[in-house]
């Protein structure tokens, strides 16, 4: 039976536009990243790369990413295991809730925690007052950094969890497993994947903050610099190679990430054809 | 009704909660969505109550932010629509076609969401500055991209290519060959089949995937400072209105002009969950 579409004049046209847009619009920018990072040898990279204040950048985006994954983590699980184990007055407001970081404008996600915990704000007065400053420090960053990448982990746990259904867990729970053990052995291989892409989704996003951050950081070279701010002071200096270089440490992330994602779901279709 | 159907509704229904943890999860939830999402909008109606209403109205309407908002919803409007269809003809080729190469480009579809957006910021803005390879080739022809309202369309359209075919795609791996073959035996054309057949079973899918990406790209900032020359009343979007205003301590400014990008874009938001849960009921023929 023919289908709309698959006359082999219109196959052709449609798969040529779609990867001339493609490559035009995204590969050439991905390639350019590279080419500018190494246009004047691979010395100059390497320079580039290494120098104190990019290392501090990089030391500073990984540390923060490495707090902000546990947290979204925990938070991510409880959320998914809550919305989808057990009905209750309130269920949707909560998933709607957890979409407002996707909603707010990083630059506005930034101001809202400048105004609560900066100097000025109630709790920021109150903190001050102990010598505590989080706005403008790492802790900041690290705070922020969790707002906007909060939903990704239960994004990704929620479909998957509703589709599975909680019948196996009830098996479980008959034959006499509790809590813990419960949610290690039954539910957690069930969703190990998809936690693994919620995890990898959580810190492409937060190595690559850059509005919120961009407001609640100062950008000051060595102390509170991160990579995104760090390429973009040597960028606005002028130093475009600099700044591709540091830009292309952020694109290798960004192509394992892409990796990742590709391999699992060959995963996913695997083993369905399994089934 | 599916047996997992039956059995999630037996346990809505009973008094008891057969699976642990309702607590905990309750408890983790709520305290963290209280303390990261909501908690921190009160630092800003605290410093919103410092202003008189007069007040308020004069920051929100003055002539260089109403520009940024014109050029903000614009330029998001125009990458909302070139993503429409952009998004639409990559879902079809993704989902219908075989060809060599479709798994990288599959692959290719989600950058723009991995790339962080400074990055994708400063390479646009090289790649369609005068000395880019693009600008070199598009300037000569009378086409500026860089550092006018265009360039800010495209890296808003470049940040936001994801939405739609990430939400048409699945809808068009869904659809029955029966529809096709329906259509096809009545001896309609390929092109009357897409109009009358194809795109209203999609319609809601685009309908979200572009309220989306348009809302993404009203807030975008990162992907969109760099290439747009922030010329005042020109090409300043609104988020950097909020940055300016912020570099000059004024924070009050600042929170203005911000209650107002968070007050469309939560709306907005609110709007694209009713309009999707509609439509998930209409497709699970009413329960859902």
Same mark, same amino acid.
């Given at each position: 039976?023919?289908?709309?579409?698959?006359?082999?004049?219109?196959?052709?046209?449609?798969?040529?536009?779609?990867?001339?847009?493609?490559?035009?619009?995204?590969?050439?920018?991905?390639?350019?990243?590279?080419?500018?990072?190494?246009?004047?040898?691979?010395?100059?990279?390497?320079?580039?790369?290494?120098?104190?204040?990019?290392?501090?950048?990089?030391?500073?985006?990984?540390?923060?990413?490495?707090?902000?994954?546990?947290?979204?983590?925990?938070?991510?699980?409880?959320?998914?295991?809550?919305?989808?184990?057990?009905?209750?007055?309130?269920?949707?407001?909560?998933?709607?809730?957890?979409?407002?970081?996707?909603?707010?404008?990083?630059?506005?996600?930034?101001?809202?925690?400048?105004?609560?915990?900066?100097?000025?704000?109630?709790?920021?007065?109150?903190?001050?007052?102990?010598?505590?400053?989080?706005?403008?420090?790492?802790?900041?960053?690290?705070?922020?950094?969790?707002?906007?990448?909060?939903?990704?982990?239960?994004?990704?746990?929620?479909?998957?969890?509703?589709?599975?259904?909680?019948?196996?867990?009830?098996?479980?729970?008959?034959?006499?497993?509790?809590?813990?053990?419960?949610?290690?052995?039954?539910?957690?291989?069930?969703?190990?994947?998809?936690?693994?892409?919620?995890?990898?989704?959580?810190?492409?996003?937060?190595?690559?903050?850059?509005?919120?951050?961009?407001?609640?950081?100062?950008?000051?070279?060595?102390?509170?610099?991160?990579?995104?701010?760090?390429?973009?002071?040597?960028?606005?200096?002028?130093?475009?190679?600099?700044?591709?270089?540091?830009?292309?440490?952020?694109?290798?992330?960004?192509?394992?990430?892409?990796?990742?994602?590709?391999?699992?779901?060959?995963?996913?279709?695997?083993?369905?054809?399994?089934? | 009704?599916?047996?997992?159907?039956?059995?999630?509704?037996?346990?809505?229904?009973?008094?008891?909660?057969?699976?642990?943890?309702?607590?905990?999860?309750?408890?983790?939830?709520?305290?963290?969505?209280?303390?990261?999402?909501?908690?921190?909008?009160?630092?800003?109606?605290?410093?919103?109550?410092?202003?008189?209403?007069?007040?308020?109205?004069?920051?929100?309407?003055?002539?260089?932010?109403?520009?940024?908002?014109?050029?903000?919803?614009?330029?998001?409007?125009?990458?909302?629509?070139?993503?429409?269809?952009?998004?639409?003809?990559?879902?079809?080729?993704? $989902?219908? %076609?075989?060809?060599? @190469?479709?798994? !990288?480009?599959? /692959?290719?579809?989600?950058? +723009? *969401?991995?790339?962080? =957006?400074?990055?994708?910021?400063?390479?646009?803005?090289?790649?369609?500055?005068?000395?880019?390879?693009?600008?070199?080739?598009?300037?000569?022809?009378?086409?500026? $991209?860089? %550092?006018?309202?265009? @360039?800010?369309? !495209?890296?808003? /359209?470049?940040?936001?290519? +994801? *939405?739609?075919?990430? =939400?048409?795609?699945?809808?068009?791996?869904?659809?029955?060959?029966?529809?096709?073959?329906?259509?096809?035996?009545?001896?309609?054309?390929?092109?009357?089949?897409?109009?009358?057949?194809?795109?209203?079973?999609?319609?809601?899918?685009?309908?979200?995937?572009?309220?989306?990406?348009?809302?993404?790209?009203?807030?975008?900032?990162?992907?969109?400072?760099?290439?747009?020359?922030?010329?005042?009343?020109?090409?300043?979007?609104?988020?950097?209105?909020?940055?300016?205003?912020?570099?000059?301590?004024?924070?009050?400014?600042?929170?203005?002009?911000?209650?107002?990008?968070?007050?469309?874009?939560?709306?907005?938001?609110?709007?694209?969950n009713i309009w999707q849960g509609r439509f998930i009921r209409r497709l699970h023929g009413g329960k859902g």
């Amino acid at each position: 039976m023919r289908r709309i579409g698959d006359a082999p004049a219109v196959r052709r046209v449609l798969i040529g536009a779609a990867v001339v847009l493609s490559a035009l619009f995204l590969l050439l920018p991905l390639v350019a990243i590279f080419a500018q990072a190494f246009s004047q040898g691979v010395g100059v990279f390497w320079g580039n790369v290494s120098n104190t204040y990019t290392l501090h950048a990089i030391a500073l985006t990984l540390g923060v990413a490495l707090f902000t994954i546990p947290i979204c983590l925990v938070f991510g699980v409880a959320l998914a295991w809550l919305v989808t184990r057990f009905s209750f007055p309130g269920r949707r407001l909560l998933q709607t809730l957890i979409d407002i970081p996707f909603a707010v404008s990083p630059v506005v996600a930034g101001l809202i925690y400048l105004l609560l915990y900066g100097r000025n704000g109630w709790v920021g007065t109150w903190l001050d007052s102990y010598d505590i400053q989080l706005m403008f420090a790492w802790p900041g960053i690290l705070m922020v950094t969790v707002f906007v990448t909060c939903p990704f982990v239960a994004r990704e746990l929620i479909p998957l969890m509703q589709a599975q259904g909680s019948r196996e867990e009830e098996a479980a729970v008959t034959l006499g497993a509790r809590g813990w053990t419960l949610f290690r052995r039954v539910t957690l291989p069930n969703i190990r994947w998809a936690l693994l892409y919620g995890v990898i989704l959580t810190n492409a996003r937060a190595v690559g903050e850059f509005g919120a951050v961009s407001v609640v950081s100062g950008a000051i070279r060595g102390k509170t610099n991160t990579l995104p701010l760090h390429l973009e002071q040597l960028y606005q200096d002028y130093n475009t190679v600099g700044a591709f270089a540091s830009a292309s440490l952020l694109a290798l992330i960004a192509l394992l990430t892409l990796a990742a994602k590709a391999s699992l779901e060959w995963r996913a279709s695997r083993r369905e054809a399994f089934i | 009704m599916s047996l997992a159907a039956l059995s999630t509704r037996r346990i809505a229904a009973g008094q008891k909660r057969v699976l642990p943890g309702f607590g905990l999860s309750m408890g983790i939830s709520v305290l963290f969505i209280s303390l990261v999402l909501l908690l921190p909008m009160t630092g800003l109606f605290g410093q919103l109550a410092e202003l008189s209403l007069a007040e308020y109205w004069a920051i929100v309407t003055e002539g260089r932010v109403v520009a940024s908002y014109m050029v903000t919803i614009g330029a998001a409007a125009v990458a909302a629509m070139v993503n429409a269809i952009f998004g639409l003809l990559l879902a079809w080729v993704l $989902v219908r %076609y075989e060809f060599p @190469g479709k798994r !990288l480009l599959d /692959a290719l579809m989600d950058l +723009p *969401f991995a790339l962080p =957006t400074a990055v994708a910021g400063i390479t646009l803005a090289t790649l369609y500055a005068s000395s880019g390879w693009m600008g070199s080739i598009l300037e000569p022809l009378g086409f500026q $991209v860089a %550092y006018t309202w265009v @360039g800010i369309a !495209l890296a808003m /359209a470049f940040t936001s290519i +994801p *939405f739609v075919v990430r =939400t048409v795609q699945p809808v068009l791996e869904d659809m029955p060959n029966e529809v096709d073959e329906a259509a096809m035996s009545l001896g309609a054309r390929d092109g009357v089949a897409f109009r009358r057949v194809i795109i209203p079973h999609l319609w809601p899918a685009i309908v979200t995937g572009t309220g989306l990406a348009f809302v993404r790209s009203l807030g975008e900032f990162g992907a969109i400072i760099f290439i747009a020359g922030n010329t005042p009343y020109e090409t300043e979007i609104t988020a950097l209105m909020i940055f300016v205003k912020l570099q000059e301590y004024d924070y009050a400014g600042a929170s203005a002009i911000a209650s107002v990008v968070l007050f469309v874009s939560l709306t907005l938001l609110l709007a694209i969950n009713i309009w999707q849960g509609r439509f998930i009921r209409r497709l699970h023929g009413g329960k859902g």
